[in-house]
C-alpha cells in the first residue's frame, strides 16, 4: 500500500483486511499479491480515499453524540485528513483540554496515525467534567469540522422533565419576585418563560438564567425574575424546556397576589370553621376587617392570616370580611361573605316517664331538647296527646306543665297527670319542639312520640265459641259467639263493642250495646275483622282487648236451623216452606254467586234468589213458598271462595216419603301393614241406613250412629259416614286394628233402612300365605330358575341365603331368582323366600342339591381314539319336604330301563303300604314350624300318601304348578329311602304332627295300621 503511518493494509498476510474506523492514515493505493503453489503470482489494486470527521466511540459510531458513561472507555475524533498532529478538544466551559491538564487523557495523533484524536473518558461526576464537548478537527481538504458530544452520567439516560415550580420567597420583594424552576433528564437545550402565552426574554423587567445544579443527578435550575408594575406580575408563568432529542416539558404558576380559602364552603351551626387570607408575594402586612372597618386580626411578619370560628353562630351568615394586603406598590383587597346554615343535627329531642304506670295512678313525662351552641334562640316545646290536644294549654286540673333551662342550651317540658286515664287521655303522646335560627332554614320542628307502658287497672278477656286460639280461620256459615269479660275492677261495668268490620257486619250491628254477648249464626265474610271490647267500670276507668276474626271457604247455612252440609238432602213437606238457604263465601266481592235449579237454568226470580251486595257480599239466598216440580231434585249454588276459585254447594229438595231401599254397591280389602286392616263397604238408601259386619255367618259388628265420629271398641274401629247426601250414599269401615290375628276369615256387609236389607257378597281375610314354590330347569341344565308366589299384598318379599338377601321386592306378589351352575367346589346351597306384610313374616325353604350322574359306559372304536366329554351337572331340589325333582340329561336307552325298575318298585310299595298303620296328620298344628328343625327327618324320609279321586283329578293336570286340595280319607303311609318314580303317585307337601313323628320313629316296617287324616293341603306334581 501507498498509505503510511498505522495503515491497516500493509504486512496483512489475510485474504481479507479490514478497518473498523477509517481514518486519514488509510488513504492510498492497495495492492492485493497472490502466489500460488508454482511460485505464480498476480495482484490487483484499490484506491481508498478517506473524507469527513465522524465520533468513534466503543466500537462503533456516534449517532446521537451523547454517551452515557458508567465506567471508562475511549472516544476518538477522526478526520480523513493526513496531516499529523491536527484537531483539538474544547470543554463544555469553553477551555481547550487538549494541551492542559483535564479529567481526561487526550492523545493527538503524529506522523504515523495522522487525523486522530483520542481520549480516556471515565464517569463524570462534577459539573466541571460533564456536558458538551467539542471536536474541532480538519477535514481532508484542511477546513476545520466542529462534531459535539455530550459527556454525561448514566443518569442523563431519561428525557428532560420539570420537578419543580414555585416562587421564590426569599428573593420576593415587594413587586420583585423570582420563579425558580428544576429538570431533570437530559440538558436542556432549550428553556423559555411566558406569561399568559407571552413569551418573556431577558430585558430591564425580565432576568432568564439556567445553570446545572446537581451534575451527579442532571439536575438543572431555571430562574425567572420578575421587576415590574403591579398591573403586570400577577397572572400564569409556564416555563418549557426541550433537549437535543426531541423530548420536552412544560410546567404553569399562577401569581395572584392575595387569596381567600375557606374550611367550608357553608359554614354549620355550633361547628368550627375557617377563612384563611394569603399572599404568593412578600406583603409588609395582611389583615382582616369588618365591613364596617373594623380591623379583627393582623400580621406583619407572615404572607397568611387565619380567622377561626369556634363555634360558628348562626348570627354569622352574611357577614362580610375583608382580607388586606399591603405592598411596596400599594394595597391589594379580597372581600368575602360567610354563608351558615343550621343543621337537624343542631337540635336532639328526648322523652321519657317514671316507674310503673297504672291505669288511674300518677304519670310524669318528661321532654329534653338540647341545641347546639351558636344558636341565638331557645326553642318551644309543646306536649299533646289523645286527639293531638295541646297538653300545655288544655287546662285540665288533673294536668300540670312544668318548663325549666338546667343550662343555656337544655330545655325540659315536664306533665304531671294526677290521675292518669290510659282511656281517655290515650297512651301515645308527642313532644314537638320547635326552633326559630337567623340562619337557614331558618326554622327546625322535631318530633319524638311516647309510648306509655300502662298496668292495666283490670283485665278485659274475650271468650270465642268456637276458640279462635291457634285457629287461623273460621269456615263461613258456622256460628260464633264472643263474650266479653272482666277480671278485677270495680263493678258494676259497662261495655261497648267496636271493629273495623264492614256492612252488615254482626258486631258493628250491637255497637254501643251494654250487651257482654255478641254472636252470629251462620258468619258472613263481612263479619271478619278486629273486634274490640271497651268496658268501663265504676270508676269510670277503662280498659280493653280485640281479637281477630278471619274466615274461610263456602258453606250452606239455613234461617232457623243452622249450617248444613253442602251435599245434603231436604224433605219438604206440602205445607213446608223451602229456606231460606244462604249460600256463603269468604269473598268479600259484591255481586257474585248464583242458585242453579234442577233443570240446569239459574234461578233468577228476584223473589226467590237475592244476591249480596256492597254491604253483604259473598252472599246469595234461596228461599221458596213451597216445593214446585221444578224445584224438585238437585239444586247447585256457584259462588268463587276468597281464592277466587269458584266452587260447586248442592242441595237436594225431594217431597216427604221420598225413599230408596238399601244397595251395597262395593265391598274391599284395604290392608295397610303398618296400622289396620279395613274393609270398606260402600252403600246407598233413603231413609238413612244403618250397617252390620258379619264374620263367618254371626254379627260382627253393628253402627247405627251416622255422623263422622269413628266408634273405637276393643280391637275394632268402626265408622260410618254420609259420603254424599245428593245420592243418598254411605261408607261404613270396619278397621281391624293390630295385631291382626282375628281379622283373617270371611267377612259380609249389611245395609239396612226401613225399606229393607242389602247384603254384599263375601270378602276373604286370608292374612299372609305363601302361595307357592316352583322350580324351572332348562333342558341344557345350565341353570335353575327358582320362583316365590304369595297371594296378597306385601311390604316385603326377598330371597336370602345363609341370612343374607340376595334379591327383593317391595309391593309384588312374586320374586324369581336364577341360580347358575356351581363352582368345583360348591355342590349345593339351601334359600329361604321370606314374604312379610300387616300379618307378619313367613319363610318357605327351598334346598338346591347339584349332583354329576355317572355317564354310561362307552366301547372305543378300534379305528378311532377314545373322546371324552364333559358330563353336566345335574341340579336335585328339595322344597320343604313338600316337592323334589330330578332333572337331568342321560342316553335314551338307560332312561327307558330306569323308568321299567321304578314302576316294579312302586307297584310293589302299593301293597307294601296297604298294610302300614293310618297315621293322623294334622296340618294347621305344624305348618308354621320352620324348615330344618324337627322336620329334618321328612326332608331324609318323605311321606308318602295314596291319592284319592280328588288328587287323581289334579294328578292329571300337566301344569305342573302347586294347588291347594281339601281331602277327606285314609292315607298310606311309609318311610321310603328311595324316591318313586311313578307318575301315579304325586307328593302332597306336609310336615310331621306328634303322630307323624311317633310313626317315623316307628322302625318296624311290617306296620300295617291306618289313620285318617283330612284338611287342605298343597298339592305339587313333578315329571
Partial sequence: STCTGECFVPGNDQQTVSRDALRGADNGVHTCTVIDDYGNYGSASITVEVVGVALWYSGSRLENNKILIGETGTLECISGSTTPSVGRWVSPAGLDVTSVPSPFAVTVGGEGDPGHLSVGLFPPSTSDSQGVYTCVMPDETGEEVRLNVGIYPLGFNTPISITGLSVDSSSAVSNDFTLVSTSTGSPPSSVSWSRYGITLNTDGRHTLTSTLSDGTTATYTHYLSVDDTPDNILGQYTISVTDNFGNGDEESISINGLAVTSSHAVFIVGETGTITCSSDLSPSSIEWLLSDGTTVSSTATESSLTLVFDPVADSMHGLEYTCRAQYSYGSHEVPYQLSVEIDPADMMVSVGYEGTIVNGGELLMTCTVTIVEGLTYKPTVTWSGKASNNITTSGDMRVAVETSHPSDLETVVSVHYDPYLSSSDGDKFLCHASLKSLAPPYHLDMYQELQIITEPAFTVTIDTVPSLMNTPSLPVASDLTMTCGVVGGTAPFSYNWNSD?????????????????????????????????VVTDDTLLSESTTVELKLSGVGFYQEGTGSISSNSIVFVGSTDTIGPYLCISASTLPNIGQWVAPNGNAITDVTMVTVGGADTPGLVTFQAGGLSSLLTGVHTCLIPDEAGIDKELYLALYPEGFNTPPQVDSLEISPDPTTTVTLR??????????????????????????????????????????????????????????????????????????????????????????????????????????????DLELTSLEWLYNGNPIAATAGSKELSLTLPLPDDDYTSKTFVCRATNAFGTQEEYLSVTYETPTPPPTTPSTTEAPTTEETPTTPVIDHQGRAAAVA???????????????????????FYLKKRKAVKIDVDEVRSLPFGKSQRGVVENPLYLEADAVEQNMMSDDSHQAKDVTTTGSFRYSHMDEVPSDPGYGQIQLAPSKANQEGKDDNDEDDDDLKSAEGKFKYSKFK
Fill in 681 to 790: 263397604c260402600v252403600s246407598s238408601g233413603s231413609p238413612a241406613t244403618t250397617v252390620t259386619w258379619y264374620k263367618a255367618g254371626k254379627v260382627y259388628h253393628t253402627n247405627d250412629i251416622l255422623d263422622s265420629v269413628s266408634t273405637v271398641i276393643e280391637d275394632l274401629k268402626h265408622t260410618h259416614r254420609l259420603l254424599d247426601g245428593v245420592t243418598a250414599t254411605y261408607q261404613s269401615f270396619l278397621g281391624v286394628l293390630l295385631p291382626p290375628g282375628e281379622a283373617l276369615g270371611s267377612y259380609q256387609c249389611h245395609v239396612t233402612n226401613s225399606l229393607g236389607t242389602a247384603v254384599s257378597e263375601s270378602l276373604d281375610v286370608k292374612g299372609l300365605r305363601i302361595d307357592q314354590v316352583t322350580v324351572e330347569v332348562p333342558a341344557d341344565g345350565s341353570s335353575v330358575t327358582v320362583s316365590c308366589t304369595t
Fill in 888 to 910: 337331568g340329561g342321560v342316553a335314551a336307552v338307560i332312561t327307558l330301563l330306569l323308568l321299567l325298575v321304578l314302576v316294579i318298585i312302586i307297584i310293589v310299595g302299593f
Fill in 501 to 533: 268490620c264492614f256492612g252488615d257486619c254482626f258486631v258493628l250491628g250491637q255497637l254501643g250495646s251494654s250487651s257482654q254477648v255478641v254472636s252470629r249464626q251462620g258468619l258472613r265474610s263481612f263479619d271478619a275483622g278486629n273486634h274490640t271490647c
